[in-house]
T-cell receptor, first 112, second 113 residues
Framework: AQSVTQLDSQVPVFEEAPVELRCNYS??????LFWYVQYPNQGLQLLLK??????LVKGINGFEAEFNKSQTSFHLRKPSVHISDTAEYFC??????????FGAGTRLTVKP | DAMVIQNPRYQVTQFGKPVTLSCSQT?????MYWYQQKSSQAPKLLFH???????NEADTPDNFQSRRPNTSFCFLDIRSPGLGDAAMYLC????????????FGPGTRLLVL
């Protein structure tokens, strides 16, 4: 079965600085990869997804992620963060079925 | 706008008192999911419906049940809530065509007193 590891539980960063949130997965088959964002007391909002094709995926709010099959990674990046980006970010993997597995989450805190 | 709706957003219940959480969707998706998310943890899948077919996760306690009377609605019933069941409960949907992508509602935060 697939699994996801988010390497950093918390990432503090100053406003307008770049940020990278790391995600590694394990699976024996081809996978779909996702990043979701969760604001306090809210549901999960889809930021971006990789299904196939170009390994660089652009999402909402200026985020992008790169699928690296050889390193089994799907790191999320943003060149310049805002205070409003403060939230919990979840990486998830699906093996083309209804079984989506989430990482433990990374709390991004953007400081002024 | 097409969306996933959860009511109520906050629910308080007493230890052992049955409670029902509801989810509705206007996306006309055929798959609906219920997740439990405890504080500072990842969402954990409880079960899902593929149309009317119910699929229970192996480690979901018997205390949790679900009903899906039609395509639009899905309910989560907790028969005898314990203190450990306090959590955020998330409903999600996906379509037959793009099953790999799930769309989430805002969640219901359950407090057990």
């Amino acid at each position: 079965a697939q699994s996801v590891t988010q390497l950093d539980s918390q990432v503090p960063v100053f406003e307008e600085a770049p940020v990278e949130l790391r995600c590694n997965y394990s699976s024996s088959v081809s996978v779909y990869l996702f990043w979701y964002v969760q604001y306090p007391n809210q549901g999960l909002q889809l930021l971006l997804k990789y299904l196939s094709g170009s390994t660089l995926v652009k999402g909402i709010n200026g985020f992008e992620a790169e699928f690296n099959k050889s390193q089994t990674s799907f790191h999320l990046r943003k060149p310049s963060v805002h205070i409003s980006d403060t939230a919990e970010y979840f990486c998830a993997v699906s093996e083309n079925n209804n079984d989506m597995r989430f990482g433990a989450g990374t709390r991004l805190t953007v400081k002024p | 706008d097409a969306m996933v709706i959860q009511n109520p957003r906050y629910q308080v219940t007493q230890f052992g008192k049955p409670v029902t959480l509801s989810c509705s969707q206007t996306l006309n998706h055929n798959v609906m999911y219920w997740y439990q998310q405890k504080s500072s943890q990842a969402p954990k899948l409880l079960f899902h419906y593929y149309d009317k077919d119910f699929n229970n996760e192996a480690d979901t306690p018997d205390n949790f049940q679900s009903r899906r009377p039609n395509t639009s609605f899905c309910f989560l019933d907790i028969r005898s809530p314990g203190l450990g069941d306090a959590a955020m409960y998330l409903c999600a949907t996906s379509s037959r065509v793009t099953q790999e992508t799930q769309y989430f509602g805002p969640g219901t935060r359950l407090l057990v007193l």
